[in-house]
């Protein structure tokens, strides 16, 4: 999710986002819906809000 060229240095602010990434990637992770590499279900994700509500509804989510 390209970390390394994040620019937060607020506090604990990168602790923070790592948190989120790290939920994100695991809901990703769990989706069987869509056979692909991680970089494939993210673009997938940001590209089509119906598969990012089915991903989201998988955590719980609506």
Do not use: P, W
Not at 5 to 28: K, P, S, T, W, Y
Not at 46 to 59: E, K
Request: proline share 0%; with cysteine.
């Amino acid at each position: 999710m390209r970390e390394d060229d994040c620019r937060i240095r607020c506090e604990q602010a990168g602790e923070n986002m790592a948190v989120i990434q790290h939920i994100a990637f695991n809901a990703l992770k769990g989706d069987t819906s869509f056979k692909a590499g991680m970089k494939s279900k993210q673009k997938r994700a940001s590209r089509n809000n119906a598969y990012l509500s089915h991903v989201l509804a998988g955590l719980g989510v609506s």
